[in-house]
């Protein structure tokens, strides 16, 4: 199953009737269980990063559980199919312009050559009015 799982890191599941996306998916680090409202309990097969979880069913049905709602959501009958609707994320696109400041990580700045301040924002400097 990690194995599995690990093809589909990062990918957004659309749903194949909805057309709802899902995602971006993670592999929890450890072995995770949750509970819904009503006390039933879970097995995490992945999350989120909104604190939500995918899981299966007894009958090998994935589905989706929104830790705000509590809400479980019927995605797939099977892992396999759940696989078959992951795609990678739509691209972020950024208009230039409307970027005001941005941080990148010292180290990983250091490690290809840039230069960056020591807490890692980069400021457009302000125009003057």
Same mark, same amino acid.
Request: glycine share 4%.
């Given at each position: 199953?990690?194995?599995?799982?690990?093809t589909?890191?990062?990918?957004v599941?659309?749903?194949p009737?909805?057309?709802?996306g899902?995602?971006?998916?993670?592999?929890?680090?450890?072995s995770?269980n949750?509970?819904?409202l009503?006390g039933?309990?879970?097995?995490?097969l992945?999350?989120? =990063?909104g604190g939500n979880y995918? %899981?299966t069913?007894? /009958?090998g @049905?994935v589905?989706f559980?929104?830790?705000e709602t509590?809400?479980?959501?019927s995605?797939?009958? =099977?892992v396999?199919?759940f696989? %078959?609707?992951c795609? /990678?994320p @739509?691209p972020v696109?950024?208009?230039?312009r409307q970027?005001?400041?941005?941080w990148?990580n010292p180290?990983?700045?250091?490690s290809?050559?840039?230069?960056?301040?020591?807490d890692?924002?980069?400021?457009k400097?302000s125009?003057?009015?």
């Open positions: 199953m990690d194995n599995i799982l690990s589909v890191r990062g990918k599941f659309t749903h009737v909805t057309k709802e899902y995602g971006p998916i993670r592999v929890p680090p450890a995770t949750f509970s819904t009503d039933t309990s879970f097995a995490a992945a999350e989120d =990063s995918f %899981t069913r007894e /009958d @049905a589905w559980w929104d830790h509590d809400d479980l959501v995605l797939a009958s =099977s396999s199919e696989v %078959t609707h795609t /990678d @739509a696109e950024l208009n230039p970027v005001k400041s941005v990148i180290e990983f700045a250091k290809r050559g840039m230069k960056v301040p020591e890692g924002w980069v400021k400097p125009k003057p009015k």
